[in-house]
């Protein structure tokens, strides 16, 4: 019987009584937290959630009336051996043995499947998804945003393959734009073949600093004009210059993307969309959604904009508009960059453009936005899918809710199965060479540090690659810093706190993961058959069990809101968990019966904490 037949179980009891069909009550089942502090059921029914009227004032003790009421009329069965009632609640403690025998099968039998094969998902149907993530720029810096979104994407992902969804892992390089105007003269004036191929992150990117030095200069600006005109009409010479850095950029990020253990299907990018856009602006005219700005005054320093009768101004900077005003028939400013001609989609609800959206420069190019609605109508027909997710920071929140309410507008109803994951910012990540411009620099930073603290912690053992283990355990503790709180928190981060050996780490992950590990070597796998499970009864046995019962739910939870928390926070516990029980029930020494039952717990709990660490994207070590 799996975990959530007990559930199963329970609710099947519970719908004769309460006369419902077991199918609802099943999510109103759940697993308890371990307490520390005292023995807990195992299982417990919300009131709340069973029944209707929840508008009383005398809520809570009328709550507690029902949950009595209930209870009385309940039976302890061959699985239920104690009905108790809590606030509000129903418990229910599964007989002992039986706990200990189920949860062991289940979780040594189904393997990296225990957990998702529970009926909590029984009714999700199966989707197919593009995941977009980490996305960064050629020629520009890889900065911290784009971490976060490579592992919180990779996470997701991992997920969804993992609850049975097909899922497409896409990057949208920022590989289009007049930088690459900028970037190919300066790839002209200092640019080196040799070391493009052999480093042409690192080249690109200095070769773009250095231009931009001389971005000002009146020549190096039409040069730069003149390059990129000549990539827009698809000269072949400048081209295939262009695909070259292209091209070296994404072997090298292959390649480090490799230490990470992420990859993609799919390599997109800006430059797909050129041509596309303008089938966008196209079909935007042709459905009258796009409006443009008709009549332009300029006076040195005062200018004033007409669009479509009503007036709007903008200060355009770069491609981020800043919106300061609207709704006025006459604005005067001192500044005036907004042209005549330029495309924008009324996006408010009264159509009195108080809010809008620029898709079309006053030359009739594309922008940022217009090449996302090229690429999201692309992906789709392409792809099929049944949801597409995009994860940036959150300064980018406006711009994709703008996207996903112009599809809409556009007819594309699937606009509402689009979701923008956001992410906050991250403060103060520094490496002892300074500040972070690849991502390459994270991971040698990460790796060396870890690789010190192995060497000077006294634990540590002889291990056969110190360098591959460093980056692993490295890594797990970046991304349980990250994925500790809600994705949409700003945090500070800290190679101190992260890295700590104790305490709530990905380090302590990982340690706890090689101690379950070596445990095992050292006692052998034991035959799951035949475990006197009567050996399993002391607390701290049960508290592992308890808690092994409600992996379902967490990744359940996970897999609704897409956040990590849930389930770092649960690995946490279990690694607490374990712990304590590793230290108050000895394997070595024991009698055997006992000896192989407790090695059984311990392996299922090193199996249940492999599975979730590789969904958060960590790659268990063995030894450390
Ligand atoms: N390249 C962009 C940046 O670095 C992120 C792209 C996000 N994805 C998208 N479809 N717009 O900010």
Known sequence: MAACSFRRSIASQLSKVLDLPPENLIKSISAVPVSKKRH?????????????DSSSESIAQD????????????KCDAV?????????TVNFTINRELLAKTVLQQVLKDGSEYGVKSELFSTVP????????????????????????????NFIANLKVALGHEVIRMNYLGDWGMQFGLLGVGFQCFGNKEKLKSSPLQHLFEVYVQINKEADDENVKKLAKDFFRKLEEHDEQTLSLWKQFRDFSIEEYIRIYKRLGVHFDEYSGESFYQEKSQEVLKMLEDKGLLQKTVYELVIPFIGVVYLTSQVHFKCNIDETYLHIGSGLQLLLCFLLTYRKGTGVVD??????LSLFSTVMRSDGTSLYITRDLAAAIDRMNKHSCDTMIYVTDKSQSNHFQHLFQILKLMGYDWAERCRHVSFGLVQGMKTRRGEVVFLEDVLNEVRSRMLQNMASAKTTKEIEDPIETAEKVGLAALIIQDFRGLLSSDYQFSWDRALQSRGDTGVFLQYTHARLHSLEQMHGNEQLTDINVACLQEPNAISVLQHLLRYDEVLYQSSQDLQPKHIVSYL??????????HKTLPVKGSAPKVAQARCCLFQAARSVLANGMKLLGITPVTQM
Do not use: C, M, W, Y
């Open 347 to 352: 996006l408010s609800e009264k159509k009195d």
């Open 40 to 52: 807990v059921a195992d299982f417990q029914l919300s009131i709340a959630s069973v029944t209707e």
């Open 63 to 74: 709550l507690h009336l029902q949950a009595q009421k209930l209870a009385e009329r309940l």
């Open 572 to 581: 946490l516990t279990l690694s607490h968990l374990a712990a304590v029980a």
């Open 80 to 88: 239920v051996s104690e009905i108790s009632t809590g606030p509000g």
């Open 126 to 153: 199966r989707q197919k998804a593009v995941i977009e993530f980490s996305s960064p720029n050629i020629a520009k810096k890889f900065h911290i945003g784009h971490l976060r979104s490579t592992i919180i994407g």
